[in-house]
């Protein structure tokens, strides 16, 4: 009997795991997530399913950042659960531990920086949303006053801005750039 319970519970894991992400739609299409309230030292657990006692298939780290919500979230105990994606481990978190992390679309007297790029490193300005497109300007590892001038475009597992920099109209990955001032 206790075998049954088991592979009913696995089953039925399976079934709710791969129902979320094929047939529900996403929570947000113009908003990423980011880790939030996990200890410096720690990570946020990522699970099969929705609860605590599921199998772990991956971690977040505290910092981590860029996570989707791939579909509806479920509330299981006192807690709610997501299914998420993060750097291609898919799986379902606590969205307690979740915070927005929408991008800031057209918002007027914000400048934006280059962020997570080395400092002997640049950050290519392309002529499209996407790595397919042509590389057209590079921005240094410390550039500041970045315009957005439009709504992110996902492409594949990556959000892009278009902007403008000084003379240079193009478009960035959104993972570099982040609010520098807001008037």
Same mark, same amino acid.
Request: with cysteine; glycine share 8%; proline share 3%.
């Given at each position: 009997?206790?075998?049954?319970?088991?592979?009913?519970?696995?089953?039925?894991?399976?079934?709710?795991?791969?129902?979320?992400?094929?047939?529900?739609?996403?929570?947000?299409?113009?908003?990423?997530?980011? +880790?939030?309230? #996990?200890?410096? @030292? %720690? !990570?946020?657990? *990522? =699970?099969?399913? /929705? &609860?605590?006692? $599921?199998?772990?298939?991956?971690?977040?780290?505290?910092?981590?950042?860029?996570?989707?919500?791939?579909?509806?979230?479920?509330?299981?105990?006192?807690?709610?659960?997501?299914?998420?994606?993060?750097?291609?481990?898919?799986?379902?978190?606590?969205?307690?531990?979740?915070?927005?992390?929408?991008?800031?679309?057209?918002?007027?007297?914000?400048?934006?920086? +280059?962020?997570? #790029?080395?400092? @002997? %490193? !640049?950050?290519? *300005? =392309?002529?499209? /949303? &996407?790595?397919? $497109?042509?590389?057209?300007?590079?921005?240094?590892?410390?550039?500041?006053?970045?315009?957005?001038?439009?709504?992110?475009?996902?492409?594949?597992?990556?959000?892009?801005?278009?902007?403008?920099?000084?003379?240079?109209?193009?478009?960035?990955?959104?993972?570099?750039?982040?609010?520098?001032?807001?008037?």
């Amino acid at each position: 009997m206790n075998q049954l319970k088991k592979f009913i519970t696995i089953v039925l894991s399976l079934w709710l795991f791969l129902y979320s992400y094929t047939t529900m739609a996403k929570l947000s299409n113009d908003c990423l997530y980011r +880790v939030s309230k #996990v200890q410096t @030292n %720690d !990570t946020l657990t *990522v =699970r099969v399913g /929705p &609860g605590a006692k $599921y199998k772990k298939v991956g971690s977040i780290p505290s910092n981590g950042n860029h996570i989707e919500i791939v579909g509806y979230e479920i509330k299981v105990g006192r807690f709610f659960w997501v299914p998420i994606e993060y750097d291609g481990i898919r799986g379902w978190v606590n969205s307690y531990y979740l915070k927005k992390d929408c991008p800031i679309i057209e918002q007027y007297g914000c400048s934006f920086q +280059v962020v997570n #790029v080395d400092s @002997n %490193d !640049t950050l290519s *300005v =392309r002529n499209g /949303p &996407g790595i397919s $497109y042509k590389k057209i300007y590079r921005l240094s590892s410390n550039a500041t006053g970045i315009e957005v001038t439009g709504r992110s475009k996902k492409v594949g597992r990556s959000r892009w801005f278009p902007i403008k920099y000084k003379y240079v109209k193009g478009w960035v990955n959104r993972r570099y750039i982040q609010e520098q001032d807001c008037l």
